[in-house]
T-cell receptor
Framework: EAQVTQNPRYLITVTGKKLTVTCSQN?????MSWYRQDPGLGLRQIYYSMNVEVTDKGDVPEGYKVSRKEKRNFPLILESPSPNQTSLYFCASSFVGGTGGEQYFGPGTRLTVT | KQEVTQIPAALSVPEGENLVLNCSFT??????LQWFRQDPGKGLTSLLLIQSSQREQTSGRLNASLDKSSGRSTLYIAASQPGDSATYLC?????????FGTGTSLTVIP
């Protein structure tokens, strides 16, 4: 089954404790992306990757890191989480040939930073 | 920077009614526009993708149109059902980035 998986689905942590949210897709998509969703602000893009070893900042990259060492995986790293990073996080992937294909989304990771 | 707006923010209709959801964007240089459905606390489910060269796409009771020059898209839902109740989001690809509207929350009353 074609899918995007994220782990963990729920995470409660404390300020300053480094964490990683994993994302994996099995559709051989070149493009992968991370979003955060906050009430009233909608989904905002954090980082994206056009292919292996190619990453770039989205609109809200501060406080986050990413890496793309394999085509299928795109982990999101919070090196020193703060309460303002409490949010619902989504990973997505798509083909980028031509004008691009459908984005497929993971189930989301609800992060709470206390 | 691309700005995407969805109006109305919330909509309540009786079952069986046809309805239109609106999405507008400020920069017409888009590659594609995608409509999604999101149920409370859940992920996003893709409904329709319209490429920049297309005018509309249809899937079952859903029809999405795109007018790039005026920066508008509409999602038409025919014969609405209670199961259509959800938040509907539109997203545009501009360059290598995606921009989302804040959604329209739809309630279909039985």
């Amino acid at each position: 089954e074609a899918q995007v998986t994220q782990n963990p689905r729920y995470l409660i942590t404390v300020t300053g404790k480094k964490l990683t949210v994993t994302c994996s897709q099995n559709m051989n998509h070149e493009y992968m992306s991370w979003y955060r969703q906050d009430p009233g602000l909608g989904l905002r893009q954090i980082y994206y990757s056009m292919n292996v070893e190619v990453t770039d900042k989205g609109d809200v990259p501060e406080g986050y890191k990413v890496s793309r060492k394999e085509k299928r995986n795109f982990p999101l790293i919070l090196e020193s989480p703060s309460p303002n990073q409490t949010s619902l996080y989504f990973c997505a992937s798509s083909f980028v040939g031509g004008t691009g294909g459908e984005q497929y989304f993971g189930p989301g990771t609800r992060l709470t930073v206390t | 920077k691309q700005e995407v707006t969805q109006i109305p923010a919330a909509l309540s209709v009786p079952e069986g009614e046809n309805l239109v959801l609106n999405c507008s964007f400020t920069d017409s240089a888009i590659y594609n526009l995608q409509w999604f459905r999101q149920d409370p606390g859940k992920g996003l489910t893709s409904l329709l993708l319209i490429q920049s060269s297309q005018r509309e796409q249809t899937s079952g009771r859903l029809n999405a149109s795109l007018d790039k020059s005026s920066g508008r898209s509409t999602l038409y839902i025919a014969a609405s059902q209670p199961g259509d109740s959800a938040t509907y989001l539109c997203a545009v690809r501009t360059g290598n980035q995606f921009y989302f509207g804040t959604g329209t929350s739809l309630t279909v009353i039985p």
